[in-house]
């Protein structure tokens, strides 16, 4: 049975650390060693393989001349870049589409999946929505002896705030932005997102899980889940974020499948390719 979540008097609780949505906070040896995997992320030049895309998309992308690949708006926003809708599934959250920060999810649920850690933590959390899809998504992996497990999920406004602060001590407020998200520029604060590891990468949020079994199986087959693994190797300056072959959003079977089918990323679906964002670190380490 899922465990329902009492959101207030939450954000004291320890979150992961690892993804590049909330960079590598100290403290607790849980997330040291998750934080310490985040510097694999300098691995991303390595095995590069992905396909460029043909001449077709090419063409199209032309003849689109920057508007949505799919033709889609883009969310609506308060003047602050807030999102007017921030419990859409579909919603498009990055640098420039934020979530409120009195945003916090409903029906956040703890997942009946494999965990690597005990306890009852913010991080275990996601929506009802999700949470069902994750589990029917781990249910089905392990029917074809996958044996995936869940790290990292939930992550209130201010508990990303407080981390994005430590980061920007560590290393300084820009070099902090391109590994780390401010504020409401997080997934996980939708409840919509979950990092995904592995026991054969040591359950540890790293690139290297692309090259498993299992990361192979979350790209292949994530969408029949209503997932799309979000940041791509391929799309790193569309994104504005590096390689997170753990980090899988929720966004419902119809968009998943879209997304999957025309390899796009929400970016290219809304047309919002981030310009200035481009610089996720990668190239520079
Ligand atoms: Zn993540």
New binding site residues.
């Given amino acids: 049975m899922k465990k329902w979540m009492i959101v207030a008097g939450m954000s004291g609780l320890l979150v992961s650390t690892?993804?590049?949505?909330?960079g590598n906070e100290e403290s607790g040896a849980d997330e040291a060693e998750e934080a310490s995997s985040d510097a694999s992320g300098k691995n991303n030049g390595e095995g590069q393989e992905e396909t460029e895309g043909d001449t077709e998309e090419n063409a199209e992308e032309a003849e689109n001349d920057g508007r949505s690949e799919a033709g889609e708006d883009p969310p609506e926003t308060e003047e602050n870049g807030d999102l007017e809708n921030p419990s859409a599934i579909d919603a498009l959250i990055n640098r420039e589409y934020h979530l409120p920060s009195d945003y916090e999810p409903e029906n956040l649920v703890i997942p009946d999946v494999a965990f690597p850690f005990e306890g009852e933590p913010q991080k275990k959390y996601m929506r009802e929505k999700a949470a069902d899809q994750l589990e029917n998504m781990f249910a089905e992996a392990q029917e074809e002896d996958i044996e995936l497990s869940a790290v990292?999920g939930y992550r209130s406004y201010d508990r990303q705030e407080s981390i994005f602060a430590a980061n920007a001590e560590e290393d300084g407020e820009e070099e902090a932005n391109k590994y780390s998200a401010r504020a409401g520029e997080?997934?996980?604060q939708s409840g919509l997102?979950?990092?995904v590891s592995a026991a054969s990468v040591g359950y540890s949020?790293t690139t290297d899980l692309g090259e498993t079994e299992e990361g192979e199986w979350l790209e292949e087959n994530a969408h029949e889940y209503g997932f799309v693994v979000?940041y791509p190797e391929d799309k790193t300056d569309i994104t504005g974020y590096q390689y997170?072959p753990?980090?899988?959003?929720y966004v419902g079977k119809d968009l998943a499948g879209t997304l999957h089918e025309n390899d796009w990323v929400m970016e290219e679906y809304y047309g919002e390719e981030l310009e200035e964002e481009s610089s996720n670190g990668e190239e520079d380490k």
């Fill in positions: 690892g993804c590049a949505n909330n990292s997080s997934e996980h997102a979950m990092d949020l979000r997170e753990w980090h899988l959003r």
